[in-house]
Each structure stands twice: as structure tokens, then as C-alpha cells.
T-cell receptor, first 113, second 108 residues
Framework: EAQVTQNPRYLITVTGKKLTVTCSQNMNHEYMSWYRQDPGLGLRQIYY???????DKGDVPEGYKVSRKEKRNFPLILESPSPNQTSLYFC????????????FGPGTRLTVL | GQSLEQPSEVTAVEGAIVQINCTYQTSGFYGLSWYQQHDGGAPTFLSY????GLEETGRFSSFLSRSDSYGYLLLQELQMKDSASYFCADTGRRALTFGSGTRLQVQP
């Protein structure tokens, strides 16, 4: 079954404690992306990756890092989380030919105290 | 910059037709996508318009007018399960920019 997985699904942490949210896809897609969703703001893109070892900033990259060492994985790293990073995070991927459709993971709800 | 505007909330009754509008101000606009998101769930793709005109997929249709920087999602024969948030998105090759979403409430 084609899917995008994220871990953890829920996380409560404290300010300054480094964390990583993993994202993995089994669709052999080159493109992957991270979004955060906040009430009234919709989904905003954090980072995206067009291919392995190629990453670019989205609209709200401050405070986040990503890496793309292999095609299937695209982890999101918060080196020093702050309360304003409390949000719902989604990883997404899309194909190279029909890139209009993005497939989203189930989401990770992060709370930073 | 890019911005897409949608109404924040729409209410309709079961069996009716509802239209959710989206106006955009973007540089380098590529195409307009629509996504559905139920509470607690992930966004799921509904439709995409690269060209002007109407695209139909079952009960859902989507329309784009580039000259008016405007599009809409049309939902027919509304069902209770259609209660969800709907997002339009400027779908570029590199990045995807979402509107803030429209919450649709379908009433019996």
C-alpha cells in the first residue's frame, strides 16, 4: 500500500530539547515537503526537497532543519524548539509526472512547553 | 508574494449544492488545486486545474479563470460526510501555497 508515515504522531516536549520528526514514503517519489498547520493560517510550507541531497526553504523555515540523504526519508529537525513551534506538522510527497497531487502523512501534533 | 483567499466558513444542507470560492494574488501562478481535510485527518487531494475551465470528478467540480485570478470548488448532492475543511492551493513545480481554508458544515 502506498503511504507516507510520520513518527511520532504526538509529542509533548520542553523548550530547547532537540527533537526529530521522521517522515518516510514508499512511493519512490523524488519530491518531499514539510508543512505546519495552525488555526486560521492553513498549511504553510517549511521546507521541501526536489531530490536526494537537494533541499530548499519554504515560507516558514526559521527554527527548522531538514536533511534528505535517501529518497524515502525526509526528517524534520527542531534543534531548539520553542513554544511558537507548537503546531500540527504534515509531511507530503508527490510524483514527478503528476505533480499536482500531493500525498500527506497522518500528521504529528507537537506541543512545546 | 503569494496569497489565496477563501471564505472562512460555509453552511449548507444535505442534498444541496455549495460553491467555495478562491481568489489569488500570486506571482508565477501555475495551477490551482483543491484539498479536503476532515477534523483530525490529513489533507487529501480533490482536483487540479491547470487550464481555464471546469474539471469534473463525480460530485465535485472545480473551475479556474486565470484572467480573473479566481477559482471555485463546487460540491453537488451534499452529504453529511462532506463536512470538512477545504483548501485551495497554488500548485507550483517547487512549492505549494495554501489558502487558509473554508470550513463546510453540512446540516441535515
Amino acid at each position: 500500500e502506498a503511504q507516507v508515515t510520520q513518527n511520532p504522531r504526538y509529542l509533548i516536549t520542553v523548550t530547547g530539547k532537540k527533537l526529530t520528526v521522521t517522515c518516510s514514503q514508499n512511493m519512490n517519489h523524488e519530491y518531499m515537503s514539510w508543512y505546519r498547520q495552525d488555526p486560521g493560517l492553513g498549511l504553510r510550507q517549511i521546507y521541501y526537497s526536489m531530490n536526494v541531497e537537494v533541499t530548499d526553504k519554504g515560507d516558514v523555515p526559521e527554527g527548522y532543519k531538514v536533511s534528505r540523504k535517501e529518497k524515502r526519508n525526509f526528517p524534520l529537525i527542531l534543534e531548539s524548539p520553542s513554544p511558537n513551534q507548537t503546531s500540527l506538522y504534515f509531511c507530503a510527497t508527490r510524483g514527478s509526472t503528476s505533480y499536482n497531487e500531493q500525498f500527506f502523512g497522518p500528521g504529528t501534533r507537537l506541543t512545546v512547553l | 508574494g503569494q496569497s489565496l483567499e477563501q471564505p472562512s466558513e460555509v453552511t449548507a444542507v444535505e442534498g444541496a449544492i455549495v460553491q467555495i470560492n478562491c481568489t489569488y494574488q500570486t506571482s508565477g501562478f501555475y495551477g490551482l488545486s483543491w484539498y479536503q481535510q476532515h477534523d483530525g485527518g490529513a489533507p487529501t487531494f480533490l482536483s487540479y486545474n491547470a487550464l481555464d475551465g471546469l474539471e469534473e470528478t463525480g460530485r465535485f467540480s472545480s473551475f479556474l479563470s486565470r484572467s480573473d485570478s479566481y477559482g471555485y470548488l463546487l460540491l453537488q448532492e451534499l452529504q453529511m460526510k462532506d463536512s470538512a475543511s477545504y483548501f485551495c492551493a497554488d500548485t507550483g513545480r517547487r512549492a505549494l501555497t495554501f489558502g487558509s481554508g473554508t470550513r463546510l458544515q453540512v446540516q441535515p
